[in-house]
């Protein structure tokens, strides 16, 4: 595979929109942390060997996060690419992942997280209105340690986050959530009920993540509420489509209510510890 630069940088945002629904994650880092290192996010991308239009964009971020979208490589060359790279985890279209996991000889590592979820999408235009007396607000105007609690939990319960590394973790997303204004609170009565935000946004396209209810209050309803109206404020603001994913049977049928479709499968692979890649 072809190590690209910088100045192919235009042509790694076209390929990528193309393919949008299954690429937020390396789209959204390009836009935030560009390609000359220096953040743990910051993106590398090989292209098929092929002249043209890429068929073939294998990513991965500094810290090892790899993003694949393959469609005809062959597996040795995904590995000779990779050779000597630390990975920390695969995320992406289920195909291109489970993929780029065999060709690096990842399928027996030991894997914290390691999921095929439901991917969802749906075009904001058929978004109905919300009637509800319920609101959100942004992170900023409720008290830290209530929500650093429930990205805590969030990350024990849906992530598998271990316990010592959960709280470091969740005081991590606060900060990062509250200064992006990525993320709201629903509240019933001054009371914060659930938050929900967009862990990617591209261009007219946002991407939900982070959606959390406390136990004793699920099953009311403050979860789809939360993304309603999140999603009619990002409308308002120029959105068009909205993605997320999921395996819960719970939030998929709420899901559904709201008004998304099942396009696909997308894939969460995230290894116990850092995976060293060689081909020796």
């Known amino acids: 595979m072809i190590r690209?630069?910088?100045?192919?940088q235009p042509m790694i945002e076209a390929f990528l929109t193309e393919h949008l629904d299954t690429s937020m994650f390396p789209r959204s880092n390009l836009q935030e942390y560009w390609m000359n290192g220096g953040h743990t996010r910051a993106m590398a991308f090989w292209r098929d060997t092929n002249v043209g239009p890429i068929t073939d964009l294998l990513g991965i971020t500094d810290e090892g996060m790899v993003m694949p979208?393959?469609?005809?490589?062959?597996?040795?060359?995904?590995?000779?690419?990779?050779?000597?790279?630390?990975v920390i985890g695969i995320i992406g279209e289920q195909t291109s992942c489970r993929r780029a996991q065999r060709a690096l000889g990842l399928t027996n590592s030991d894997l914290?997280?390691?999921?095929?979820?439901?991917?969802?999408?749906?075009?904001?235009?058929?978004?109905?209105s919300v009637n509800t007396d319920l609101s959100i607000r942004s992170f900023i105007e409720f008290?830290?340690?209530v929500l650093v609690g429930w990205m805590h939990d969030y990350l024990t319960e849906?992530?598998?986050?271990?316990?010592d590394d959960a709280f470091?973790?969740?005081v991590q997303?606060?900060?990062?959530?509250?200064?992006?204004?990525?993320?709201?609170?629903?509240?019933?009565a001054d009371t914060p009920v659930a938050m929900t935000g967009?862990?990617?946004?591209?261009?007219?396209?946002?991407?939900?993540?982070?959606?959390?209810?406390?136990?004793?209050?699920?099953?009311?309803?403050?979860?789809?509420?939360?993304?309603?109206?999140?999603?009619?404020?990002?409308?308002?603001?120029?959105?068009?489509?909205?993605?997320?994913?999921?395996?819960?049977?719970?939030?998929?049928?709420?899901?559904?209510?709201?008004?998304?479709?099942?396009?696909?499968?997308?894939?969460?692979?995230?290894?116990?510890?850092?995976?060293?890649?060689?081909n020796v």
Do not use: W
């Open 4 to 8: 690209l630069g910088p100045n192919e």
């Open 69 to 86: 979208h393959l469609r005809s490589i062959l597996d040795k060359d995904i590995m000779a690419t990779l050779n000597g790279r630390t």
């Open 112 to 128: 914290h997280l390691d999921k095929d979820e439901t991917l969802f999408a749906m075009n904001l235009s058929n978004l109905s």
């Open 143 to 145: 008290l830290r340690d």
């Open 158 to 163: 849906t992530l598998g986050t271990l316990g």
């Open 168 to 170: 470091p973790m969740a």
């Open 173 to 188: 997303r606060y900060n990062d959530f509250a200064g992006k204004g990525s993320h709201v609170v629903l509240v019933d």
């Open 198 to 278: 967009f862990n990617a946004q591209v261009g007219q396209t946002v991407q939900i993540g982070g959606v959390y209810t406390p136990p004793e209050l699920r099953r009311r309803g403050y979860a789809r509420t939360a993304i309603e109206l999140h999603l009619a404020q990002a409308k308002k603001s120029g959105a068009k489509r909205a993605l997320l994913f999921a395996d819960d049977p719970a939030a998929i049928k709420a899901y559904r209510s709201v008004g998304f479709s099942d396009i696909g499968k997308f894939t969460l692979c995230i290894f116990s510890k850092p995976m060293g890649i060689s």
